[in-house]
C-alpha cells in the first residue's frame, strides 16, 4: 500500500479520529505517525497516557507492514511490547514504524517514539499476521 | 488505595473519560475494568481497535498494583506487552488484572481481557515502577 | 502429539540435554516440564540464571502447543516475554505451559514457572506459528 | 564496570561458560557478544535453539547496562522480550545491545542478534534493575 491509500485508512478508522493520530511519512517498510496533545488524551499528571502511546506505537508497526502489502492482502496486530523510558509533557509526539521482518505470513516491526526534540520515550516491537 | 480513591483517580484521568474506561471491581492486589463498545473506538472492520484494548489492560494492571500502594507510594507503568487473541466487536469487554509479584519498587501484574461471554480477547503482563 | 511422542522430542533436542530439561506431564493444550538445579546452570549469585528459567518457560509454551498439532503440522516459537518475579535456589524447578489461543497458523500459550514450594518465580507469554 | 571487569564476570558466570557466550566488546552503554555453534545448542532441526538466542539476547542486554553502573551498583533482569525473526544455522552468532534509557534504579537495552552475515536473526528489549 502506498502513502494514499494508508493515509485513506487512517482516515478510515475512527480510533485514529478519536485521538488525532496522523501519518506524516511513508516508505518501504516504514511509517512515521505523528500525535498532537490535547489534555483528553493524558493522564492524572498531565501527560501522554501510556495507552495512548501504546496506540501510536502499535499504529506505526502494522503502518509499516501495511507498506509491504498485496491487493490482497491484509494485516493485523498479533502482539506488541512497549517500554515506556521517560514521561512525555510535549504538544507532539511521533513514531516511526521500521520492518525489521517480513515473511510471507508474519510481519515484524520495530518502533521508536520520540519527543518534539527526538529524544526515545518508548521502545516498541510490534508483530503482525499477513493473510 | 481502596475502591473509593482508585474510582475518583480513574474520574480524574482524561484519557479514561475519552476512551470510557471504567473501574467495577476492586480488591486486594486485583482490579476489573469496563469499557463500552462505541464507533470511535473502532478500527476499519468495526471491533475494538488494539491500541484500545491495549489501554484497558494496561489501566488493569496498573489499577491491581495500586491497591496495594500506601498513602506515600504512586505507581507507574514501566512496559507492557499483549497479545489479542481474537477480534472484540461486543457491546461490552472487560480487563481483570491481577498483582503476581509485588516488590518494593516493582510490581508486575498478570491481565486476562474477556468479552462478554467471558471468553479471552487479549492477555498482557505490566509492569509498574513504585517509587 | 501425545506424551510419548513429545518425550521422545524432547530426547532428540540436543538444547534440552544439555541443560537438563524434562517433560514431566502432558495434557490437552498442556504441558509440564522440569528442570533440575546443576551450577552450571547458574548466574555468579548462584541462582538460576535467567537465560535457563526463559529457556524453559518457551518450551513449556511450544510443547503446550504441540499437544494440539495434527501429524503434518509443526510448530515454532515466534516470540515469547518473560518476567522474572523471585531469584531461583531451588535444587528444581517447574514450568506449566497452557494454550490460550489456538488459532490456524498461531497458538499462544500462557506460562507460569515455580519453584520447589509452588511459588511463582517467573511468567512468560509464547507465541507460536503453526505450519 | 569496563571489559575487563565484565569479562572476569563472565567467566565466573557458570551459564556461559556452559553454553559459550563470550564477551567481545564493550562500550560506553554498548556490549558486543557472541556465542559459537556446537550440535548441543541445537534443536531437533539443528538450528540454534530459541532459548539460546534469548540467552544471549539478555546476556547482551545486562552487560550493556553493566558498563554503566558504579562500583556500589548491580544490575538483575527484570523482565524481557524477544522475537525470533529467521533460524539460525550459523557457526557463530553475536548480540549487540545499546542501552537506550538508564534511570536511578532502571535502564533498558535495545538488542539485536545476528548472524555471521550480519543480518537480524532476532530482535529484543531487555529491562534491568539497578540497586
Redesign the interface.
Known amino acids: 500500500m502506498n502513502k494514499h491509500e494508508l493515509t485513506e485508512?487512517a482516515e478510515?478508522?475512527?480510533?485514529y479520529?478519536?485521538?488525532g493520530i496522523e501519518i506524516i511519512e511513508i516508505g518501504d517498510g516504514f511509517a512515521k505517525l505523528a500525535l498532537k496533545y490535547r489534555?483528553?488524551?493524558?493522564?492524572?499528571f498531565r501527560c501522554f497516557?501510556?495507552?495512548?502511546i501504546?496506540?501510536?506505537a502499535?499504529?506505526a508497526g502494522i503502518n509499516a507492514v501495511m507498506t509491504t502489502l498485496q491487493k490482497n492482502e491484509k494485516s493485523?496486530?498479533?502482539?506488541?511490547?512497549?517500554?515506556?523510558?521517560?514521561p512525555a509533557k510535549d504538544p507532539e509526539i511521533y513514531a516511526e514504524g521500521k520492518v525489521?521482518?517480513r515473511g510471507k505470513?508474519?510481519a515484524?516491526s520495530?518502533v521508536d517514539v520520540k519527543n518534539i526534540e527526538g529524544r526515545?520515550i518508548a521502545?516498541a516491537?510490534v508483530?503482525c499476521?499477513i493473510s
Chains 1, 2, 3, 4 share one sequence.
Open positions: 485508512l478510515d478508522t475512527p480510533f479520529q478519536h485521538i489534555d483528553c488524551l493524558s493522564h492524572p497516557h501510556g495507552g495512548v501504546a496506540s501510536l502499535d499504529s493485523l496486530t498479533l502482539e506488541m511490547k512497549i517500554n515506556f523510558l521517560l525489521v521482518r505470513r508474519i515484524v520495530d526515545l521502545k516491537i508483530t499476521t
